[in-house]
T-cell receptor, first 116, second 113 residues
Framework: AQKVTQAQTEISVVEKEDVTLDCVYE???????LFWYKQPPSGELVFLIR??????QNEISGRYSWNFQKSTSSFNFTITASQVVDSAVYFC?????????????FGAGTRLAVHP | NAGVTQTPKFQVLKTGQSMTLQCAQD?????MSWYRQDPGMGLRLIHY???????DQGEVPNGYNVSRSTTEDFPLRLLSAAPSQTSVYFC????????????FGSGTRLTVV
């Protein structure tokens, strides 16, 4: 099976707490890409990061960091010192090759609520 | 550049009506696709196209038709709307090749009553 699992349906934190959103994926492809998207209450999808399967370096961008571990097929996303503006639904996605073409498979999403 | 433009933003249909959701991009992206977003299910691929004149089915194609007569446009047609098609629809595009990400439109919220 080729799928993405985001086991956390909803997370609620208080401002300034650190929070980690989990993402576990399954794929038979040896080359693939992983993504995180943010969907704020306004509804648009905002691209956060893309990581290819050959690059296991962790990445940090401001308060955001990503931990990619092929050994556990996980691509977790941590927000440090969360803020109310981080409240959104976050999607992890996997890009695979199927039938000769690339396809993007999304997890079900994690709704993050950051309270003041 | 306008990016990916979807119209309309909101639509209410009666069961059995037909309509077309429009998607246009001005980035000369070869790849375009349609997703539907339902609560607790993430986004699921309906149809996609790798270039003008080429389309293929995704994960949930039933009840939807697409065509790609130009690089810029990728309309999604509902021939006979059903309540099960109530959803938020996103169009996405990207250039082909491994190093390109997806650009999403702002979505169309469709309600079928």
């Amino acid at each position: 099976a080729q799928k993405v699992t985001q086991a956390q349906t909803e997370i609620s934190v208080v401002e300034k707490e650190d929070v980690t959103l989990d993402c576990v994926y399954e794929t038979r492809d040896t080359t693939y890409y992983l993504f995180w998207y943010k969907q704020p209450p306004s509804g648009e999808l905002v691209f956060l990061i893309r990581r290819n399967s050959f690059d296991e370096q962790n990445e940090i961008s401001g308060r955001y960091s990503w931990n990619f571990q092929k050994s556990t097929s996980s691509f977790n996303f941590t927000i440090t010192a969360s803020q109310v503006v981080d409240s959104a639904v976050y999607f992890c996605a996997l890009r695979i090759t199927s039938g000769g073409y690339n396809k993007l498979i999304f997890g079900a999403g994690t709704r993050l609520a950051v309270h003041p | 550049n306008a990016g990916v433009t979807q119209t309309p933003k909101f639509q209410v249909l009666k069961t059995g009506q037909s309509m077309t959701l429009q998607c246009a991009q001005d980035m000369n992206h070869e790849y375009m696709s349609w997703y539907r977003q339902d609560p607790g299910m993430g986004l699921r691929l309906i149809h996609y196209s790798v270039g003008a004149g080429i389309t293929d089915q995704g994960e949930v194609p039933n009840g939807y038709n697409v065509s790609r007569s130009t690089t810029e446009d990728f309309p999604l047609r509902l021939l006979s709307a059903a309540p099960s098609q109530t959803s938020v629809y996103f169009c996405a595009s990207r250039k082909t090749g491994p190093n390109y990400g997806y650009t999403f439109g702002s979505g169309t919220r469709l309600t079928v009553v």
